[in-house]
């Protein structure tokens, strides 16, 4: 049986799918949206992909890099990541940077502003970089409040957005 692999398409990825099965084709449609997963009626299965460790970034990195210090290799680590979709930009570096602020583009304006009805998206990008800037030191809502006060003293449900 043949094997037609559909990354992304949106509601298109549907009409592509159903005309691919009537031809009797495997098919396997790869897309983050949910809402998908009831057109495509039980063929759809949700795969859950985490960045490599460091251990398997290693392993990976040296099968392009052979000769790739781990010293080196740890510096990349630290500026990129270890998303698997880099290995395939072979971890150049404006490549890969554009792929990681589209994905955060992604997750954040299509998924988090999206789902939850945020209307000040500006703010939420502000208290994202806060907070990612601060990772691993305390802060409060004080402190968060300080991004944008007078919105924050209006807007409750995004100090309770910030908490999570």
Do not use: W
């Amino acid at each position: 049986m043949a094997k037609l692999i559909i990354c992304g398409g949106g509601h298109l990825a549907l009409a592509l799918a159903n005309l691919a099965e009537s031809l009797e084709f495997r098919v396997t449609v790869i897309d983050d949206r949910p809402e998908l997963a009831t057109y495509l009626a039980g063929r759809y299965v949700e795969f859950i992909i985490y960045p490599f460790s460091f251990g398997e970034l290693i392993e990976l990195y040296k099968t392009i890099f052979p000769e790739a210090s781990p010293n080196a290799i740890f510096a990349k680590y630290l500026t990129i990541g270890g998303m698997p979709y880099l290995s395939n930009l072979r971890y150049a570096d404006q490549p890969s940077r554009q792929y990681l602020q589209d994905l955060y583009n992604s997750v954040v304006l299509k998924d988090i502003v999206k789902r939850n009805n945020i209307r000040n998206v500006d703010l939420l990008e502000r208290i994202i970089a806060y907070i990612t800037a601060n990772v691993g030191a305390a802060f409060s809502v004080t402190s968060i409040h300080t991004l944008q006060p007078s919105v924050m003293r209006h807007h409750p449900s995004v100090v309770r957005f910030s908490l999570l």
